[in-house]
């Protein structure tokens, strides 16, 4: 079949282009071997340009299965002796085949093998990313591959065509071009509608998911007092977080823990891994605390993002948390982190129920490793009993001893003490950890038990998403006493000074950006089917009240007059509609069929009927006219034009030009006005 | 019993068919190869790449239905299509009503003699597409209505989508005309007939009246003028200017005898037209062709196309 009109080449486009995007998707999120991806990408731009060039390939043909044979041979050698790792081979081996494919010439069969190739490409790429711009990836890709597959399909009707002549398309390039794009249109919101609708089901069969974690760092095993700007001026979001049900607090002034250390030593502070243990679930709700009596309870959807680190933020006083994240571990010291096969987590969002305060309890103390205190740092803990005095109690010791690192220490990032004797008794200078670290220290001094907890604090509010924004860059070490029966979070570090070069604030465009990123993540990459049951709720809820909403217009409730005009309304609106319809339905004879008459046309002739010109009823448009212009003679010339017209149009061999139909319902309406007139008078 | 459950059968087919292509089976596939993986993985980017796949589905889906619809087509021979002859037929695709293109249609139809297929792929919106596709029809009679259907593979070729028509058409298959030698004997048949140009009595055009003579029968006699002469006046008639050769088909007749009379007037019937010579067509004692009908030939052939051996007309062709 000849394609003519510029579809042939939009779809011959769509084609390669769909072949571009499965390699390009490959290129940028995996990380497959950029040398066989080189190659694959010379292979399809030699292959477009031959293809484009016409250049016969006929004796290429006979080299596929050769160079077939060789590839396979490759991979195999590549997975005994190279790389040893079968994904690697399978993927050079598919990238070898597909290049194969790319260069030589192509039928049908060949351009369906190419297409399944890129979906492929297509798959890894989702299987191991969740970064945003996947997304316009994805829209490009449905495009390209609907445009592809219609592409396919005149070609194996050009091949039919060649035995069978019958003519051929003749769609224009921009009406090509415009359906391909209204294809991929209408193919995102379908895909929009099913990734919305099809239930979120997640058995994790012995296959496991393929995705790369990125690297957070932050987070190791001791706290040493070490370079942090890298830290400090990484952008880098960590987490955003929602709160369905707001704190009392400003959400920036909430400790986002992670860890907490508790063994001190001349290096710094060590993490103590004790007494880890899986804490306790039912289905997807892990409790990790106990709620404390009278004080409600705040919520918390916190989205994290990739990290290398297994630790589980939460905020502080956390009594359950929900979401699809495994196994999750909790040990005595209120430390929560992931059961992981590997180092790293994807992103992952879970919802959090916490206290922000546990009022004063009777408790037991906790353990002698609180107090404990390393002989090297007995000159620290000495301060701190000489800071703390004679004060009556231990909230009242914290407080002194709060007061004397708030006073004289300094905040900085640049020149910060190396130790915490330089900081407590030289320098007087130092970041967040110097100041948790040394509280600690004296805490202890004074008989106080003690640890370190290090997260995140602060953050950037959106008023776009209501949400917050936690970067790397918010950071933090805090410290933790046991008072009253419970831990109190106490914080020595003083905020950094308003004109630091670590204060950065983002910008409109970024929290637009955010806020897209953050969507991206909420809804696509943490779907749920959590949220899909809530959608349903929610959805089955609102009907119920609409429900109830209208079953209350006509009763005795009736309120506002309001709800009856908008139920009038409605009932209009569906009358409406189905008159429209019925309606149309009527008016879809063709041409020159017994159809509805034209709404032009319908309008005279009941003018004509009331100003009774029809004195019987089957009497003809053109009788109706001869009576109108024997009582009105200065429509005759209007008449006569019109009736010319009208009977081309109605019965005529062919249909009127959109012009001459444009006169005859201009022509209608000047005799129907004039019909009016003359009765008038 | 047969044809009501025919009918039946067609009454309650669903509108459209649906056959997967082996590029569908394969995307199928691979849509299940994917659904497997997400559901395992419970990665939501795969369920975007299942849902992806599932709405080009639908989109094919919903693409081939705005192509198959409102299309019609009809079929009308467009030369006399004879028994055992090819025949030439007018196969005509229209998309009146329709806002959007008619694309990749392949239309099959089931007429007298065998199966024809053809393809129309652009019919534009309001537009009208013909082709000229060549059947044999296998025996005589009037076809009534064809089963037809109209598949589409548009877009994506993952399915051919068909839609069943029944068209109605109302034409008849002629009889296979018998060779000269063979319809000699049809004429020699009539010859032995008693002369029908007898002066003044018989004729296709009134002339006038003249006076009753005693010969002269009953039916003949002119009431009008009669009365306005006050004595006896017949009908006076003017013979035709040719001499009309009647053909005379016996029936009720033996089935096999009588397809050979069908073939053999059929053969005279064409024979006398190529020659201008007029003739009068009788089915056993019915007169179904005149001499001088405007329409003759088709009338005559039409009878011949629907004679049954018992004498009564219809007759459907056989497919």
Redesign the interface.
């Known amino acids: ?1 000849s394609v003519r009109g510029g579809a042939r080449r939009i779809a011959w486009w769509s084609l390669r282009a769909q072949w571009g995007v499965g390699v390009l998707l490959l290129a940028l999120f995996t990380d497959v071997s950029r040398g066989a991806l080189s190659v694959t990408v010379v292979a399809l731009a030699a292959g477009v340009a031959m293809d484009l060039g016409g250049v016969r390939r006929d004796g290429l043909s006979r080299l596929g299965a050769p160079l077939a044979i060789l590839i396979l041979v490759a991979a195999a050698a590549d997975l005994l002796i190279g790389s040893r790792d079968l994904l690697s081979s399978i993927t050079l081996m598919v990238l070898g085949v597909q290049s194969i494919g790319l260069l030589l010439p192509k039928r049908v069969r060949d351009g ?1 093998q190419l297409c ?1 190739v890129s ?1 492929l490409e ?2 890894a790429a ?2 191991s ?2 970064e945003l711009l ?1 997304a316009p990836f ?1 829209f490009l ?2 495009t390209s ?2 445009g592809a ?2 592409g ?2 005149l070609q ?2 050009e091949e ?2 060649s035995e ?1 002549p ?6 224009p390039a921009r009406a090509a071009a415009a359906a391909i794009a209204l ?1 991929g249109a ?3 919101l ?3 509608a ?2 919305a609708t ?1 239930p ?12 790369r974690a990125h690297s957070v760092t932050g987070f190791s095993e001791t706290i040493t007092f070490r370079e942090v700007t890298g830290v400090k001026t990484s952008r880098r979001v960590v987490a955003r977080v929602e709160f369905p049900v707001p704190p009392r607090r400003p959400p920036t002034a909430l400790y986002l823990r992670g860890v907490s250390y508790s063994r001190p030593d001349a290096g710094g502070w060590k993490i103590a891994r004790t007494g880890t243990a899986r804490a306790p679930r039912a289905g997807f709700h892990y409790i990790v605390g106990s709620a404390p009596g009278g004080v409600p309870l705040s919520v918390a959807d916190i989205t994290l993002e990739p990290a290398d680190h297994p630790a589980l933020f939460a905020y502080v006083h956390p009594v359950t948390v929900e979401g ?1 994240i495994g196994e999750m571990l909790a040990d005595g010291e209120g430390n929560l982190s992931l059961s992981l096969p590997q180092a790293g987590h994807p992103t992952m969002r879970y919802r959090v129920r916490f206290a922000e305060e546990i009022p004063p309890r009777r408790a037991a103390a906790p353990g002698r490793e609180f107090l404990e205190i390393p002989a090297e740092l007995a000159p620290e803990s000495a301060l701190g009993r000489e800071i703390a005095g004679d004060a009556g109690n231990d909230a009242e010791r914290a407080d002194r001893l709060l007061r004397f690192l708030r006073s004289g220490f300094r905040y900085t990032l640049t020149d910060p003490a190396s130790s915490l004797r330089e900081f407590l008794f030289e320098k007087r200078a130092g970041y967040c950890e110097h100041f948790a670290a040394a509280l600690a220290m004296m805490l202890r001094g004074a008989g106080i038990p003690s640890r370190v907890a290090a997260g995140y604090y602060g953050g950037e509010w959106s008023d776009l998403g209501r949400y917050l924004i936690v970067r790397e860059s918010d950071a933090h070490a805090w410290t933790e006493g046991w008072i009253d029966g419970r831990w109190v979070t106490l914080d020595a570090t003083p905020p950094p000074e308003g004109d630091s070069p670590f204060l950065v604030r983002t910008g409109k465009p970024g929290l637009y950006l955010d806020w897209v990123r953050q969507r991206w993540d909420k809804y ?4 749920s089917l959590r949220m899909q049951a809530e959608a349903v709720a929610g959805g089955w809820s609102a009907l119920r009240r609409t429900g109830r909403g209208f079953r209350g217009l006509g009763g005795p409730g009736a309120r506002t007059p309001l709800r009856a005009a908008a139920l009038a309304g409605f009932a209009g609106l569906g009358l409406f509609l189905l008159y429209r319809l019925s309606a149309g339905r009527k008016g ?4 020159g069929g017994p159809g509805r008459l034209p709404p032009a046309y319908a309008r005279l002739a009941r003018r004509l009927e009331r100003e009774g010109y029809r004195p019987v009823p089957g009497t003809s448009m053109g009788g109706m006219l001869s009576e109108a212009v024997r009582s009105r003679p200065a429509l005759a010339g209007n008449a006569g034009r019109f009736l010319d017209l009208y009977h081309r149009d109605r019965f005529g061999a062919r249909p009127l030009s959109p012009a001459e139909r444009e006169e005859a319902f201009r022509l209608a309406g000047t005799l129907r006005r004039g019909a009016r007139s003359g009765r008038a008078r | 019993m047969k044809g009501f459950l025919h009918r039946l059968s067609r009454r309650f087919r669903p509108p459209r068919r649906l056959r997967i292509t082996r590029e569908g089976k394969a995307f199928l596939l691979l849509t299940l190869g994917v659904g497997v993986a997400a559901v395992n993985t419970g990665n939501n980017l795969l369920y975007l790449a299942l849902s992806a796949n599932l709405a080009l589905v639908i989109l094919s889906g919903f693409l081939s239905e705005w192509t198959l619809r409102r299309v019609s087509l009809s079929l009308a021979p467009a030369s006399d299509p004879f028994a055992g002859s090819e025949a030439l037929l007018l196969a005509s695709c229209s998309a009146a009503g329709k806002r959007f293109p008619g694309l990749s249609l392949a239309a099959s139809a089931r007429v007298p003699g065998g199966d024809i297929s053809f393809r129309l792929p652009d019919v534009p919106p309001g537009g009208r597409v013909t082709r000229v596709v060549r059947f044999s029809p296998s025996s005589r009679g009037r076809v009534g209505t064809i089963p037809a259907s109209l598949s589409t593979r548009f877009p994506f070729a993952l399915f051919e989508k068909s839609r069943d028509l029944d068209i109605p058409a109302g034409w008849a298959v002629y009889p296979r005309p018998a060779l000269p030698g063979e319809w000699k004997r049809i004429l020699l048949d009539a010859a032995t007939e008693e002369d029908p140009r007898a002066a003044g009595r018989a004729g296709a055009f009134p002339r006038g009246a003249r006076e009753h003579l005693p010969a002269d029968p009953v039916r003949d006699i002119h009431w009008k003028a009669t009365a306005r002469a006050g004595r006896w006046m017949v009908k006076e008639r003017e013979g035709e200017s040719a001499p009309a050769v009647d053909l005379r088909v016996p029936a009720p007749c033996p089935a096999e005898d009588f397809e050979r009379r069908i073939s053999e007037a059929c053969g005279a019937v064409l024979a006398l037209e190529e020659r201008g010579i007029p003739y009068r067509l009788w089915l056993g004692d019915h007169l179904v062709s005149g001499a001088t009908d405007r329409d003759r030939r088709t009338r005559a052939l039409e009878a011949l196309a629907t004679a049954r051996a018992d004498g009564t007309p219809e007759v459907e062709a056989g497919t």
Do not use: Q
């Not at chain 1, 019958?166 to 769609?171: A, E, K, L, Q, R």
């Open positions: 079949m369906w399944a979906f297509f798959l989702a299987a990313t969740d996947f994805a890709f449905l591959s609907a597959m219609w396919l399909h194996h009707e039919v065509e069978k019958s003519g051929g398309y003749d769609v294809s209408g193919g995102f379908l895909c929009a099913l990734f099809v979120r089901l997640d058995f994790r069969l012995p296959l496991h998911r393929l995705s699809a696509v990459i943490n779907y879809e004879a063709p041409h």
